[in-house]
Protein backbone atom coordinates (compact mmCIF):
# COMPACT_ATOMS: atom_id res chain seq x y z
CA UNK A 1 0.00 0.00 0.00
CA UNK A 2 1.60 3.13 -0.96
CA UNK A 3 1.37 5.97 1.55
CA UNK A 4 -0.52 8.91 0.81
CA UNK A 5 0.46 12.38 1.90
CA UNK A 6 -2.07 14.10 4.33
CA UNK A 7 -4.41 17.19 3.66
CA UNK A 8 -2.38 19.63 6.45
CA UNK A 9 0.67 19.58 4.62
CA UNK A 10 -0.98 21.55 1.49
CA UNK A 11 -3.18 23.27 3.98
CA UNK A 12 -1.73 27.23 4.37
CA UNK A 13 -2.91 28.88 7.70
CA UNK A 14 -5.32 31.54 7.56
CA UNK A 15 -4.26 34.84 9.18
CA UNK A 16 -6.67 36.38 11.29
CA UNK A 17 -6.62 39.46 12.50
CA UNK A 18 -5.80 40.50 16.02
CA UNK A 19 -8.73 41.30 18.37
CA UNK A 20 -8.01 44.24 19.86
CA UNK A 21 -11.47 45.12 21.39
CA UNK A 22 -10.86 43.57 24.60
CA UNK A 23 -7.39 45.07 25.05
CA UNK A 24 -9.35 48.81 24.13
CA UNK A 25 -12.14 47.93 26.73
CA UNK A 26 -9.61 47.96 29.56
CA UNK A 27 -8.18 51.31 28.41
CA UNK A 28 -11.33 52.69 28.28
CA UNK A 29 -11.73 52.02 31.65
CA UNK A 30 -8.46 52.64 33.35
CA UNK A 31 -7.29 55.92 31.88
CA UNK A 32 -10.75 57.91 32.85
CA UNK A 33 -9.91 56.14 36.41
CA UNK A 34 -6.25 56.98 36.31
CA UNK A 35 -6.77 60.31 35.62
CA UNK A 36 -9.87 61.43 38.43
CA UNK A 37 -7.59 59.43 40.97
CA UNK A 38 -4.46 61.11 40.35
CA UNK A 39 -3.05 63.59 42.95
CA UNK A 40 -1.82 66.45 41.60
CA UNK A 41 0.57 68.47 43.94
CA UNK A 42 0.69 72.03 44.55
CA UNK A 43 3.38 73.66 45.20
CA UNK A 44 4.48 76.68 46.71
CA UNK A 45 8.13 78.58 45.21
CA UNK A 46 9.92 80.98 47.29
CA UNK A 47 11.71 83.79 45.68
CA UNK A 48 15.64 84.22 46.59
CA UNK A 49 18.29 86.07 45.02
CA UNK A 50 21.78 86.43 44.96
CA UNK A 51 23.24 89.90 46.50
CA UNK A 52 23.89 92.90 44.20
CA UNK A 53 27.31 94.49 44.14
CA UNK A 54 27.04 98.28 45.47
CA UNK A 55 28.03 99.43 41.39
CA UNK A 56 28.33 103.23 41.86
CA UNK A 57 27.99 103.82 45.19
CA UNK A 58 31.40 106.69 46.03
CA UNK A 59 34.63 104.44 47.37
CA UNK A 60 33.91 106.96 50.71
CA UNK A 61 30.54 105.24 51.26
CA UNK A 62 31.41 101.72 50.85
CA UNK A 63 34.62 102.36 53.55
CA UNK A 64 32.13 104.01 55.97
CA UNK A 65 29.07 101.60 55.82
CA UNK A 66 28.42 97.94 55.34
CA UNK A 67 25.95 97.63 52.63
CA UNK A 68 24.87 94.26 52.75
CA UNK A 69 22.68 93.36 55.96
CA UNK A 70 23.13 89.92 57.33
CA UNK A 71 21.11 87.73 59.56
CA UNK A 72 22.87 84.73 60.49
CA UNK A 73 20.70 82.12 62.69
CA UNK A 74 22.96 80.51 65.38
CA UNK A 75 22.13 78.11 68.29
CA UNK A 76 22.30 80.97 70.77
CA UNK A 77 20.14 83.18 68.64
CA UNK A 78 19.88 85.91 66.03
CA UNK A 79 23.00 87.72 65.11
CA UNK A 80 22.73 90.85 62.88
CA UNK A 81 25.78 92.36 60.68
CA UNK A 82 26.76 94.34 58.02
CA UNK A 83 24.34 97.73 58.03
CA UNK A 84 23.10 95.70 61.36
CA UNK A 85 26.03 96.54 63.17
CA UNK A 86 26.91 93.46 64.49
CA UNK A 87 23.84 93.26 67.41
CA UNK A 88 23.30 89.71 69.08
CA UNK A 89 19.60 88.76 69.92
CA UNK A 90 19.53 86.20 72.15
CA UNK A 91 17.34 83.29 72.41
CA UNK A 92 14.14 83.71 74.85
CA UNK A 93 13.74 80.53 77.03
CA UNK A 94 14.99 78.36 74.01
CA UNK A 95 12.91 79.56 72.09
CA UNK A 96 14.24 82.12 68.24
CA UNK A 97 12.88 85.70 69.36
CA UNK A 98 11.07 86.68 66.03
CA UNK A 99 9.48 89.17 67.61
CA UNK A 100 12.69 91.10 68.70
CA UNK A 101 13.92 90.24 65.18
CA UNK A 102 11.26 92.31 63.52
CA UNK A 103 11.71 94.81 65.68
CA UNK A 104 15.58 95.46 65.08
CA UNK A 105 14.80 94.93 61.32
CA UNK A 106 11.77 97.89 61.32
CA UNK A 107 14.56 100.15 63.19
CA UNK A 108 17.25 98.97 60.34
CA UNK A 109 14.44 99.51 57.45
CA UNK A 110 13.83 103.49 59.18
CA UNK A 111 17.56 104.09 59.15
CA UNK A 112 17.98 102.38 55.26
CA UNK A 113 14.82 102.71 53.78
CA UNK A 114 16.15 102.06 49.88
CA UNK A 115 17.53 99.15 51.06
CA UNK A 116 15.72 96.05 49.96
CA UNK A 117 18.07 93.06 50.55
CA UNK A 118 19.26 90.57 53.23
CA UNK A 119 21.11 87.58 53.02
CA UNK A 120 20.45 84.87 55.85
CA UNK A 121 23.07 83.25 56.95
CA UNK A 122 21.96 80.01 58.50
CA UNK A 123 23.02 76.44 60.08
CA UNK A 124 23.30 73.02 58.43
CA UNK A 125 20.63 71.62 60.85
CA UNK A 126 17.78 74.09 60.98
CA UNK A 127 14.80 73.07 60.93
CA UNK A 128 12.84 74.12 57.69
CA UNK A 129 9.91 76.09 59.80
CA UNK A 130 12.53 78.36 61.35
CA UNK A 131 14.07 79.12 57.88
CA UNK A 132 10.80 80.12 56.49
CA UNK A 133 9.65 82.04 59.81
CA UNK A 134 13.35 84.06 59.15
CA UNK A 135 12.79 84.65 55.67
CA UNK A 136 8.78 85.88 56.35
CA UNK A 137 10.06 88.06 59.14
CA UNK A 138 12.92 89.61 57.38
CA UNK A 139 10.30 89.85 54.34
CA UNK A 140 8.04 91.98 55.96
CA UNK A 141 6.72 93.64 59.10
CA UNK A 142 3.50 92.27 60.73
CA UNK A 143 1.52 94.34 62.51
CA UNK A 144 -2.34 96.19 61.77
CA UNK A 145 -0.94 96.53 57.97
CA UNK A 146 1.69 94.63 56.84
CA UNK A 147 4.63 96.68 55.14
CA UNK A 148 7.26 95.65 53.12
CA UNK A 149 10.80 95.32 54.72
CA UNK A 150 13.20 93.32 52.75
CA UNK A 151 11.86 91.18 49.69
CA UNK A 152 14.95 90.62 47.93
CA UNK A 153 16.14 87.89 50.91
CA UNK A 154 19.67 85.86 49.97
CA UNK A 155 20.35 82.28 51.99
CA UNK A 156 23.90 81.14 52.82
CA UNK A 157 25.54 78.94 54.97
CA UNK A 158 27.05 80.04 58.30
CA UNK A 159 30.98 77.99 58.44
CA UNK A 160 29.80 76.37 62.03
Do not use: C, W
Not at 43 to 61: K, R
Not at 115 to 140: F, S, W
Amino acid sequence: MAYRPSNRRHLKPSSEDLNLTPIMNVFMIIIPFLLLTAVFAKTAIIDIYLPQEAGSSAAGDSASEPLVLTVSVTDSGFELGGVGNGMVLPKVSDRYDFKQLSEELVKIKERYPEKEDVVLLLQRNLPYDTIVKVMDTAREMDGKERKPLFPLVSLGETGT
